[in-house]
């Protein structure tokens, strides 16, 4: 079992900038793949980003590519996304997710551990 607990939320005005973390434990060494999702109000949960726990292979979503970034510290068993020039429409509840094998970096039902989520407020 992996347990993971998010923060870093909070609010912050359109063109700022957060960092999120997501903290593991348990049986973190056989992970394949740590993930962001986010779930806006009314919307359906949506993939963020995703990195490989062995390795440095990382993946986003259109929307945010080229203003957030997701990275891991493996010492700390820590995932991490960076949120630049935030926009009122990331809006949302940011999960984190990891899985034990490997699967569809952008599929909910690929992960098997998920944390409680963590607010994120832009406005405008």
């Known amino acids: 079992q992996v347990q993971l607990v998010e923060s870093g939320g909070g609010l912050v005005q359109a063109g700022g900038s957060l960092r999120l973390s997501c903290a593991g434990s348990?049986?973190?060494?056989?992970?394949?793949?740590m993930a962001w999702f986010r779930q806006a109000p009314g919307k359906e949960r949506e993939f963020v980003a995703a990195?490989?726990?062995?390795?440095?292979?990382?993946y986003y979503a259109d929307p945010v590519k080229g203003r957030f970034t997701i990275s891991k510290d493996n010492t700390k068993n820590t995932v991490y996304l960076q949120m630049n020039s935030l926009k009122p429409e990331d809006t949302a509840i940011y999960y984190c997710?990891?899985?034990?094998?490997?699967?569809?970096?952008?599929?909910?039902?690929?992960?098997?551990?998920w944390g409680q989520g963590t607010q994120v407020t832009v406005s405008s």
């Open positions: 990195i490989t726990w062995i390795g440095i292979s990382t």
């Open positions: 997710a990891a899985r034990y094998y490997w699967g569809s970096n952008d599929l909910q039902r690929e992960y098997d551990f």
């Open positions: 348990g049986r973190t060494f056989s992970l394949n793949a």
